[in-house]
């Protein structure tokens, strides 16, 4: 498997500002996601990052909210924009190699005041 | 719309005992479920899988069973140990080569010394 490092690990921010999740792999990767949980609420998949091109984003989720860029096979950010306190959640980075199932970071938990 | 299931938010079971963990889900299109274990500040991490042509898979003290005319797939510890102690997600992937993934809300196990 591969090591995935994100951060910031945790961040308070203030309302209407915004704020970029890195997350490095070790490996390159074949895929990668970004998730998103809400308090007692399941991992919810926010897009797959893709290489090089716009992000694919699940209904709900729009680019202009959450604008994701993947440079290259081993890294990828997530920015959380225009911050109100219902994006208080913990993100989360996944990534899979070839064959593999997905393996994530540690997560960024988000707290907006 | 939960597609996957965890009706039970958190379970209690005595070290050396069974845990059987539930997940229920109601999309006919998933083909592949997995197990992760979440500790606390740490990512998911993959557990153990089943695709939908088997009605179990072992994998040590493991064992995931999938019954597809329920719906519903559970996860065997045995014997359960402290360190088991974590929180379970259920997940599934909807077709061959689709790495996305739809998460339950999550089960937390603590296993009692």
């Known amino acids: 498997s591969a090591v995935i490092s994100q951060k910031p690990s945790r961040d308070i921010c203030q309302r209407g500002t915004s704020l970029t999740i890195q997350c490095q792999v070790d490996s390159q990767v074949t895929m990668m996601f970004w998730y998103r949980q809400q308090p007692g609420q399941s991992l919810t998949l926010i897009a797959t990052a893709n290489q090089g091109s716009e992000a694919t984003y699940e209904s709900g989720f729009v680019i202009d909210k959450f604008p994701i860029s993947r440079p290259n096979l081993t890294f990828s950010t997530l920015t959380v924009s225009n911050m109100s306190p219902e994006d208080s959640s913990i993100y989360l980075c996944s990534a899979t190699l070839m064959n593999t199932e997905a393996f994530f970071g540690q997560g960024t938990r988000l707290t907006v005041v | 719309d939960q597609q996957v299931k965890q009706n039970s938010p958190s379970l209690s079971v005595q070290e050396g005992r069974i845990s059987i963990l539930n997940c229920d889900y109601t999309n006919s299109m998933f083909d592949y479920f997995l197990w992760y274990k979440k500790y606390p500040a740490e990512g998911p991490t993959f557990l153990i899988s089943i695709s939908s042509i088997k009605d179990k898979n072992e994998d040590g003290r493991f064992t995931v069973f999938l019954n597809k005319s329920a719906k519903h797939l559970s996860l065997h510890i045995v014997p359960s140990q402290p360190g088991d102690s974590a929180v379970y997600f259920c997940?599934?992937?909807?077709?061959?080569?689709?790495?996305?993934?739809?998460f339950g809300k999550g089960t937390k196990l603590s296993v009692i010394p």
């Open positions: 997940a599934a992937r909807r077709r061959a080569g689709s790495y996305q993934l739809t």
